[in-house]
């Protein structure tokens, strides 16, 4: 058996069962990475039959009720993926977890991004490697692997960055006094507002997340309200919520959010004092092995970085 993580993953889903390209389920079960779908009842039995009953956990529809939209709209439009999310905080922490991961549904391959060359996953290394960096440190509320589209490989970045956004594939401290909330941009509001509060994020590139965009997966939310109300009233709505670090912008054909975050750009990362260091370093090495950063060759090149033990 391989590598699996700490921390129970969780993926909410919603009418995407007879979808025939690759989704995350798919991927986590060629790794063997245990995992949990969070569904709505009416499509419990479409999830079992692809991925396994005993993988299934039906969404108590009180979380759907009693969800802070931040909007008027009320029950017009879909809820989108709050509730889900909600509900799975919750029963991570009724199960006595003190941290769970939450990760979209439409998420084909996990990669490790080591001298300029992403290479896939084959178990739940990345995972495990990412818990047992934030294990290292009292201030991080949320972690997870930056997208595969932002790290290009001929791009200088370093191994991992704070005080960010964390998208898609989450590592939650369970004890955070926060749920999520929002229409829209529920990821983006929930970082901010940890941040705000003092905490910290770690967004790594040494892994990353090969997302599929959700035009093409189809279902989801993009039936619900995306197809509907297009992009300006989610952006609009973060715009709201922080206007002191975010505000709407027109770029590449459609309306999107920006978020300054340079007020949270320096927070340093608080080590922890009761834990054994050399147990967890055990489950990773790539801050060692990748030294400050990726450094992109030229003229398309890769240049790997110098050998660590030499």
């Known amino acids: 058996?391989?590598?699996?993580?700490?921390?129970?993953?969780?993926?909410?889903?919603?009418?995407?069962?007879?979808?025939?390209?690759?989704?995350?389920?798919?991927?986590?079960?060629?790794?063997?990475?245990?995992?949990?779908?969070?569904?709505?009842?009416?499509?419990?039995?479409?999830?079992?039959?692809?991925?396994?009953?005993?993988?299934?956990?039906?969404?108590?529809?009180?979380?759907?009720?009693?969800?802070?939209?931040?909007?008027?709209?009320?029950?017009?439009?879909?809820?989108?993926?709050?509730?889900?999310?909600?509900?799975i905080w919750d029963h991570s922490v009724a199960a006595g977890d003190p941290f769970h991961w939450i990760v979209d549904d439409n998420i084909d391959t996990f990669e490790r991004f080591h001298n300029n060359q992403r290479v896939p996953v084959g178990d739940g290394f990345a995972f495990r490697a990412m818990e047992s960096f934030v294990l290292r440190y009292r201030n991080v509320a949320m972690a997870g692997p930056n997208y595969h589209m932002f790290a290009p490989s001929r791009q200088r970045a370093k191994p991992y960055k704070t005080g960010t956004r964390i998208y898609s594939c989450i590592l939650i401290r369970n004890d955070v006094p926060f749920r999520w909330r929002g229409r829209y941009n529920e990821d983006t509001d929930l970082s901010l507002r940890v941040l705000k509060a003092g905490w910290n994020t770690v967004l790594f590139n040494a892994f990353l997340q090969h997302k599929l965009t959700t035009q093409i997966v189809g279902g989801g939310n993009t039936d619900a309200f995306y197809a509907a109300k297009g992009t300006l009233p989610k952006s609009r709505m973060l715009a709201l919520q922080h206007p002191d670090v975010a505000r709407v912008v027109w770029r590449f054909g459609r309306w999107h959010h920006h978020v300054d975050y340079s007020p949270f750009r320096n927070r340093p990362l608080i080590p922890r004092d009761d834990i054994d260091l050399a147990e967890l370093s055990a489950d990773y090495q790539f801050e060692r092995s990748d030294r400050d950063d990726y450094r992109g060759g030229r003229k398309g090149r890769r240049r790997p970085l110098p050998d660590p033990a030499g």
Request: glycine share 10%; aromatic share 12%.
């Open 1 to 87: 058996m391989g590598i699996v993580p700490r921390f129970p993953v969780y993926i909410p889903s919603k009418g995407r069962a007879g979808f025939k390209r690759k989704l995350t389920p798919d991927a986590l079960t060629k790794m063997g990475v245990p995992f949990r779908l969070v569904v709505e009842e009416s499509q419990r039995a479409d999830y079992a039959a692809r991925w396994g009953d005993e993988r299934v956990i039906v969404l108590d529809p009180a979380y759907q009720r009693d969800y802070v939209t931040c909007d008027d709209q009320g029950d017009e439009f879909s809820k989108g993926s709050g509730p889900a999310r909600n509900f």
